[in-house]
Nanobody, 117 residues
Framework: QVQLVESGGGLVQDGGSLRLSCAASGSIFRFNGMGWYRQAPGKQRELVAIIQSAGSTDYADSVKGRFTISRDNAKNTVYLQMNTLKPDDTAVYYC???????????WGQGTQVTVSS
């Protein structure tokens, strides 16, 4: 049973920073990739950032240059450093992990990020 546990969300002012953590139960080497999605009220869930097992990363255009995804293999943890936060970044942020064979996706429970103007 895979568990992904997020932490680090909270309330921050416009222009502030937060770091989200996603701790996996067991080795993250099992996954082909891990990343973060977010969902704002009334909007669809959208991909924020992803890090592949080989280390390559990709970001949504809206967060490029402000957010950085990284991972610590020894701690089985993926991070999302969020700088220069904006009110539009307010959402529930979900950690996810996927495997290609068999095709499986795992989700965390979500952590709320609120950016006040």
């Amino acid at each position: 049973q895979v568990q992904l546990v997020e932490s680090g969300g909270g309330l921050v002012q416009d222009g502030g920073s937060l770091r989200l953590s996603c701790a996996a139960s067991g080795s993250i080497f099992r996954f082909n990739g891990m990343g973060w999605y977010r969902q704002a009220p009334g909007k669809q869930r959208e991909l924020v950032a992803i890090i592949q097992s080989a280390g390559s990363t990709d970001y949504a255009d809206s967060v490029k240059g402000r957010f950085t995804i990284s991972r610590d293999n020894a701690k089985n943890t993926v991070y999302l450093q969020m700088n220069t936060l904006k009110p539009d970044d307010t959402a529930v942020y979900y950690c996810y992990a996927y495997r290609r064979v068999p095709a499986t996706t795992y989700w965390g429970q979500g952590t709320q990020v609120t950016v006040s103007s």
